[in-house]
Nanobody
Framework: QVQLVESGGGLVQAGGSLRLSCAAS????????VGWFRQAPGKEREIVAAIRSAGRTYYSDSVKGRFTISRDNAKNTVYLQMNNLKPEDTAVYYC???????????????WGQGTQVTVSS
């Protein structure tokens, strides 16, 4: 049974940092593209970052230069380092694993339960 478990969310002031973790069981992350998504209240879910099996990374324009996605294959875990957080980054953040077909168009088959990130002004 595949499980993705996110952790690391919380409340932080604007300008602060958080590191989200996504730990997988039942699959090998290094064989998949792993994406971080977020969904704010009343808004559609959007992808913010992705890392391919070979390690290439992709970011949405809204987080580029502030967020960094990385992977520890030994721990089967993907991270999202979020720096210089803004109130508009407030959302539930999800990780997902799938098959690459482009940033924003890959098919993600496995999803975590989400972790809340709240950035206060």
């Amino acid at each position: 049974q595949v499980q993705l478990v996110e952790s690391g969310g919380g409340l932080v002031q604007a300008g602060g940092s958080l590191r989200l973790s996504c730990a997988a069981s039942g699959l090998t992350f290094s064989s998949y593209v792993v994406g971080w998504f977020r969904q704010a209240p009343g808004k559609e879910r959007e992808i913010v970052a992705a890392i391919r099996s070979a390690g290439r990374t992709y970011y949405s324009d809204s987080v580029k230069g502030r967020f960094t996605i990385s992977r520890d294959n030994a721990k089967n875990t993907v991270y999202l380092q979020m720096n210089n957080l803004k109130p508009e980054d407030t959302a539930v953040y999800y990780c997902a694993a799938g098959v690459w077909s482009g940033f924003g168009s890959s098919r993600y088959n496995y999803w975590g339960q989400g972790t809340q990130v709240t950035v206060s002004s």
